[in-house]
C-alpha cells in the first residue's frame, strides 16, 4: 500500500482525493491515528475548531520599503 501511494504521489495526473483515501487506508492499516484524522481533514475539511496547520495559514509578506 506505502508502496502504491508513493509510486502516484508524483503523479500529477492523479487525483488528489484518491491519495487522500490511500492515506485514509495506510493509517487504518497501521494504526496511525494522526494520519488517519490529518488526510480525513484534508478530504472533508478541517472543522471550525480544528487547529489548521501551518501550511494553510495565510503567508505574512511584510510591507516596508527598505529602500
Known amino acids: 500500500m506505502l508502496r ?5 504521489v508524483g503523479d500529477e495526473h492523479e487525483p ?5 483515501r490511500k492515506c ?7 494504526g ?4 488517519r484524522l490529518w ?3 484534508e478530504l472533508e475539511g478541517h472543522g471550525d475548531n480544528d ?3 501551518a501550511y494553510r ?3 505574512h509578506r511584510s510591507m516596508s520599503n527598505s529602500a
Open 4 to 8: 502504491d501511494l508513493r509510486n502516484h
Open 16 to 20: 488528489l482525493a484518491g491519495l487522500l
Open 24 to 30: 485514509l487506508m495506510l493509517g487504518a492499516v497501521t
Open 32 to 35: 496511525s491515528d494522526d494520519l
Open 39 to 41: 488526510a480525513s481533514r
Open 51 to 53: 487547529p489548521l496547520p
Open 57 to 59: 495559514m495565510p503567508a
